[in-house]
């Protein structure tokens, strides 16, 4: 069973089903965030952090399918599924076209719900992965302490920024992450009025600790940074 560390935006301008959905998914263990309409929905992807979207089809002010296309292009692998009273073919063809991961007519159980919420959360290669520690080549780093070990002996520490940058690097392996992501996620900061050149400075600062351990870390002009595991020996 997925554990209760994820937060689930519900985007539902139905008051009754959103509040019961609300009330389930907490009783779950799920961190909630609800939108009463479109709008508010828009606001919550450039605003908050969020694991997984429930969307309305038909809500005021813009729907299901505008809040979709907006997560696909601001928050790309964000898993959503999407929730309708139509159960009509174009509408399940559209949702799935514009990148959802799932859609349930309504009316629908909640056990159901839950149960397809954890299986987009355990196939979605978005999702956190809780780790103890990461491995890095010739070095080990602790999540408890944020201490780097290297095989020489000898030691270093993270900043808690380093090492949440680190981790969300090495939760998402293999996948280029643009540094308006990192902004999002990290510094909780929205990219399009903010400058700052804090991520390319903790990255530098993370080599600079990392050292021969920083070959996993990958940086493409003009793309962003990708982790890449070291190959088990």
């Known amino acids: ?9 519900i985007a539902e301008d139905d008051s009754g089903i959103r509040e019961a959905l609300q009330d389930s998914l907490t009783a779950k263990g799920f961190i909630v965030l609800s939108a009463e309409d479109g709008a508010t929905a828009l606001w919550a992807v450039r605003e908050r952090n969020f694991d997984l979207a429930l969307l309305d089809v038909a809500m005021p002010k813009a ?20 929730l309708t009273a139509r159960g009509e073919e174009d509408d399940r063809i559209m949702g799935l076209q514009l990148g959802a991961d799932d ?10 719900l839950i149960a397809r919420i954890e299986a987009v959360l355990r196939r979605s290669p978005e999702r956190a992965r809780p780790i103890n520690e990461i491995s890095l080549p010739d070095a080990q780093l602790d999540s408890v302490s944020r201490q780097i070990t290297f095989n020489d002996g000898t030691t270093d520490n993270l900043t808690k920024r380093e090492f949440d940058l680190l ?3 090495a939760t998402h392996p293999n996948r280029i992450i643009t540094r308006d992501e990192l902004l999002r ?49």
């Open 63 to 82: 729907d299901g399918f505008q809040v979709l296309s907006y997560i696909t292009k601001e928050r790309p692998g964000t898993p959503v599924i999407m």
């Open 1 to 9: 069973m997925i554990t209760g560390a994820y937060t689930i935006l």
């Open 167 to 169: 981790s969300y690097l």
């Open 103 to 112: 859609y349930i007519v309504k009316p629908f159980s909640i056990r159901e």
């Open 185 to 233: 996620r990290i510094w909780n900061v929205d990219p399009r009025i903010t400058e700052t050149r804090s991520v390319e400075m903790t990255i530098t600062r993370l080599r600079e600790k990392l050292g021969s351990a920083a070959s996993c870390l990958e940086t493409l002009r003009a793309q962003g940074y990708r982790w890449n595991p070291p190959i088990p020996s």
